[in-house]
């Protein structure tokens, strides 16, 4: 039991190291590692609601709202009304996060790159493998 939580603590503190290593990446762009997840998981154009969104990060949908609320007022994501429910409030991407997720693309996948370069291949491969054999919640992100 105890090699049980040591290893989920791995899982965890391998997490927090990887989002710690992006954020002075998206610092300038004065965004979060949360937002831009969220910038990357939406096609230009396209119009998702806070469930999905939530799905697709593999958060809760109150995380999300908190998320959402946040990049709305920076301007990256606008809510918009849905046609027959009001209590559904579908976003999209505004110009502004477009331009913010292109420009910060660059510079996140150099800190990703910087900090997954540390790993021997075969590091690689078994991560790989394991997060395959967990499954991924996580929705395709528009940069894959």
Do not use: W
């Amino acid at each position: 039991m105890r090699e049980d939580l040591l290893v989920y603590e791995g899982i965890v503190a391998t997490f927090q190291m990887a989002s710690e290593a992006v954020k002075p990446a998206l610092a300038s762009f004065k965004i979060t590692p949360a937002q831009f997840g969220l910038l990357r998981r939406m096609a230009e154009g396209e119009v998702v609601n806070l469930t999905e969104l939530a799905r697709r990060l593999g958060c809760s949908n109150a995380n999300m709202t908190r998320l959402v609320e946040n990049t709305v007022k920076a301007g990256l994501v606008e809510k918009l009304q849905h046609p027959s429910d009001q209590r559904v409030a579908p976003v999209r991407l505004t110009p502004q996060g477009v331009l913010t997720r292109e420009r910060a693309a660059v510079a996140y996948l150099g800190a990703v790159s910087q900090f997954v370069g540390q790993l021997r291949e075969e590091e690689r491969t078994a991560f790989l493998a394991l997060q395959s054999r967990f499954g991924s919640p996580r929705g395709e992100s528009v940069l894959a």
